[in-house]
């Protein structure tokens, strides 16, 4: 089992541009959630799916907007890069959205938006 | 709103010491998660907590959910170098929402 695989691991935006964060798990799990982290700042979450067709804002949702493709499947996309999107952003996965259930987390796409 | 507060922000202490962070609210959170970040990659899970003063030990770890529900902490005994590391409280609203904590990094030094 891979776990929570993402791509790309690094990516350089210009202001303007778009592009999607692709996130995958192979370990069956009914939800997906994506995360942006910052320096010196926990993990805020951006969107959640809690399952195959439904997605739902989280805390900092403003400028993204997700796809959730197929249960294994949850992309990112940004369709006008800011500056201020620049961050490290982590996609997790978990059974269901149950209270407690346990996230694991993919490696992390380190983007920056000049 | 529903922000973590947790400290200390970074620990510098010496291999074999013990070490104790806490993560507050001042809202009510149904569940409290404690993860270890290292660098480059994403965080791990230590320790779930599941209901007020709830205390759950994982190895040297042991956490506690606070009776409030407000406030967890987080204890290392006997530290180790493999112990360095960003540990982050996350708390669990009913929603299934998560907050996180801005961590606290830990140094130990042989």
């Known amino acids: 089992n891979a776990g929570v695989t993402q791509t790309p691991k690094f990516q350089v935006l210009k202001t303007g541009q778009s592009m999607t964060l692709q996130c995958a798990q192979d370990m069956n799990h009914n939800s997906m959630y994506w995360y942006r982290q910052d320096p010196g700042m926990g993990l805020r979450l951006i969107y959640y799916s809690a399952s195959e067709g439904t997605t739902d804002k989280g805390e900092v949702p403003n400028g993204y907007n997700v796809s959730r493709l197929n249960k294994r499947e949850f992309s990112l996309r940004l369709e006008s890069a800011a500056p201020s999107q620049t961050s490290v952003y982590f996609c997790?996965?978990?059974?269901?959205?149950?209270?407690?259930?346990?996230?694991?987390f993919g490696p992390g796409t380190r983007l920056t938006v000049l | 709103g529903q922000q973590l507060n947790q400290s200390p922000q970074s620990m510098f202490i010496q291999e074999g010491e013990d070490v104790s962070m806490n993560c507050t609210s001042s809202?009510?959170?149904?569940?409290w998660l404690w993860y270890k970040q290292d660098p480059g990659e994403g965080p791990v899970l230590l320790i779930a907590l599941y209901k007020a003063g709830e205390l759950t030990s994982n190895g040297r770890l042991t956490a506690q959910f606070g009776i409030t529900r407000k406030d967890s902490f987080l204890n290392i005994s006997a530290s180790i170098p493999s112990d360095v590391g960003i540990y982050f409280c996350a708390g669990q609203l009913l929603n299934n929402d998560m907050r996180f904590g801005a961590g606290t990094r830990l140094t130990v030094k042989p």
């Open positions: 997790a996965s978990s059974g269901t959205s149950g209270v407690g259930d346990t996230q694991y």
């Open positions: 809202s009510i959170f149904n569940t």
